[in-house]
């Protein structure tokens, strides 16, 4: 989001400008850290419409940020100067939106600031807890490690993404094909047969009568049906880009069979891995729980962990918290009751990590596996229905003329 600012610097002077953030107190944070003094803050109220739309085009992609990601942490741990190493991505760096990205974020170190209120400024590429993980590493002093965790992290969710998307790819063109033989078919095809069975008062199927009556429909309407799906397609996308549409498809996604279950095993294995680093890099345990539930994409599993952050932060222990809430498996909670009990949280919470994502993999491998086959039995079928609706007829008619 866009917010407009007014504020005073250090020697009293106005300032008036715009600055990209998640959210108000994100914007605030940023003018804050660049030694200013914020009078008022007001979000840039855009067309919501052409907004989004920009927003979908110009973005960077999670493949082009992984590769940053990995090249900034190789450059780092080889002990390249964070503003040579920037330098040398900006020349690297094939995204325009990434590379102008890199360029300030130069000018913003060489300007005194820090990387992680560097990269709060764009808030559009960097995820809020892209920008707390980092702040928290240059707090601990382990920059290189916490990017490095960082770019597995994205290269686990583009490897995730790109399997299910190829899985899909063949059954959606055979899909795509199969609709179109059935608009041929029902447009061209059976029109031409109509009068025969007219003339011969041939007794229909109930599918044939269903297959004249839609091609009926299609070749006289096929403008406003084309209108009214673009229209509904244009505004559920709409709806669902919006923070009550994203919490609502939150909600639908996991009580989905199967698939809700897969969900929430990402989740636990996404927050175990990065409360994981975190306890490790010297954060305290709310800290922890707090920053990597920005990692979890669904508002629910987002507001329950910040709930257990704020019970941890009153003296129950995370196990405790965890135990309360049923879309955590006891599983979770026992696993970290014994990381508590020996001090080796955070070894516990690599296993959850392992354990549920190794869970999540095989889970989707097994999906991958059984969508093609299901798919091409469900369009066999209706291949099926398909010709017996044009064929039975067709032998009714042979039959009277064999009969008379």
Known sequence: MKFNYKARTKEGEL???????????????????????????????????????????????????????????????SQVPLNDSLASLHKQTTNPILKQAIYEMGNDLSAGFSLSQSLERHGGIFSEFYVNMVRAAEVTGRLAEVLEFLADYLEKQNVLISKVKSALYYPAFIIAIFFAVVVVMVTTVLPQLAPIFLETKTELPFFTKLMFSSGQIISDWWWAILVVLGIIGFMLVDYFMTDEGKTVLDEVSLRIPIIGSVFQKLYIARFA????????????????????????????????????????????????????????????????????????????????????????????????????????????????????????????????????
Not at 280 to 305: C, D, K, M, V
Not at 360 to 384: F, H, K, R, S, W
């Open 15 to 77: 300032q008036v400008g715009n600055v990209e953030a998640a959210s108000r107190e994100s914007a605030a944070n940023v003018l804050l850290g660049h030694g200013l003094f914020v009078l008022s803050i007001e979000e840039v109220k855009e067309n919501t419409v052409k907004s989004r739309i920009s927003q979908f085009f110009e973005r960077v992609k999670n493949a082009d940020l992984m590769v940053f990601t990995r090249q900034f942490a190789t450059l780092l741990a």
């Open 273 to 404: 891995e990065a409360a994981r680093v975190l306890i490790r890099g010297g954060l305290t345990i709310p800290q922890a729980i707090e920053i990597s539930s920005r990692t979890i994409s669904n508002a629910a599993y987002r507001e329950l962990l910040h709930k257990a952050a704020e019970e941890v932060r009153r003296g129950k222990l995370l196990s405790q918290a965890l135990a309360e809430m049923s879309e955590f498996p006891p599983l979770v909670s026992q696993l970290i009751a014994v990381g508590e009990s020996t001090g080796r949280i955070e070894i516990l919470l690599e296993k959850i990590n392992l354990f549920y994502s190794r869970q999540v993999e095989d889970t989707v491998d097994n999906l991958v596996n059984l969508i093609q086959p299901i798919l091409m039995l469900a369009i066999g079928v209706m291949v099926a229905i398909l010709f017996a609706s044009i064929l039975l007829p067709l032998y009714s008619v042979s039959q009277s003329f064999s009969s008379g």
